[in-house]
T-cell receptor, first 113, second 110 residues
Framework: NAGVMQNPRHLVRRRGQEARLRCSPM?????VYWYRQLPEEGLKFMVY????????ESGMPKERFSAEFPKEGPSILRIQQVVRGDSAAYFC???????????FGQGTRLTVV | DAKTTQPNSMESNEEEPVHLPCNHS???????IHWYRQLPSQGPEYVIH???SNVNNRMASLAIAEDRKSSTLILHRATLRDAAVYYC???????????FGTGTRLKVLA
């Protein structure tokens, strides 16, 4: 059973471009979480989704950031018009339900130049 | 969201037990206690979780105080591969999200 797959692992974008980060949850998992981690800091919650629904987006910046988890396909975290401050590691986690442990992917390291 | 307090760093000798403490005095009755660890340049790895009773698995043991205001992650025999940042997290069963603190950086000495 493959773990949580995130791609790309590394992404470089110029200021003003769009960044699309993909997360394929573990098989059978319908709950997805996105986190951001700045260098030498802890993980900050961004958004919690179930299939086709956003459950909690209290950690998402109000502008430029969006997330989706369609019925088919991976979850997508989209950052429009990236700025240097968006440079960070973005981690996705999945779980089969709201309780129990969640499993994290290896992250996407976004660098904005 | 309830908060956790952990020491910034700890050291342990290889093959000795390690007790990583966590205080969570504002824990509510619906909060589960989760532990994750993060190795350099990797995603967090699930270690263990519990609600009220002590828990054991192949990685570690979790000892939960009777009043649930604190807990201890126990690594029975530390290895060099256990060097990581360990996060104690309270997971609210109403909101289901994990709120990470700054964690404890564990250094294992050979």
């Amino acid at each position: 059973n493959a773990g949580v797959m995130q791609n790309p692992r590394h992404l470089v974008r110029r200021r003003g471009q769009e960044a699309r980060l993909r997360c394929s949850p573990m098989k059978g998992h319908s709950h997805v979480y996105w986190y951001r981690q700045l260098p030498e800091e802890g993980l900050k919650f961004m958004v919690y989704l179930q299939k086709e629904n956003i459950i909690d987006e209290s950690g998402m910046p109000k502008e430029r950031f969006s997330a989706e988890f369609p019925k088919e396909g991976p979850s997508i975290l989209r950052i429009q018009q990236v700025v240097r401050g968006d440079s960070a590691a973005y981690f996705c986690a999945s779980s089969p339900g709201p309780l129990g442990g969640a499993f994290f992917g290896q992250g996407t390291r976004l660098t904005v130049v | 969201d309830a908060k956790t307090t952990q020491p910034n760093s700890m050291e342990s000798n290889e093959e000795e037990p390690v007790h990583l403490p966590c205080n969570h005095s504002t824990i509510s009755g619906t909060d589960y206690i989760h532990w994750y660890r993060q190795l350099p340049s990797q995603g967090p790895e699930y270690v263990i979780h519990g609600l009220t009773s002590n828990v054991n698995n192949r990685m570690a043991s979790l000892a939960i105080a009777e009043d649930r205001k604190s807990s201890t992650l126990i690594l029975h025999r530390a290895t060099l591969r256990d060097a990581a940042v360990y996060y104690c997290i309270l997971r609210d069963t109403r909101t289901y999200k994990y709120i990470f603190g700054t964690g404890t950086r564990l250094k294992v000495l050979a």
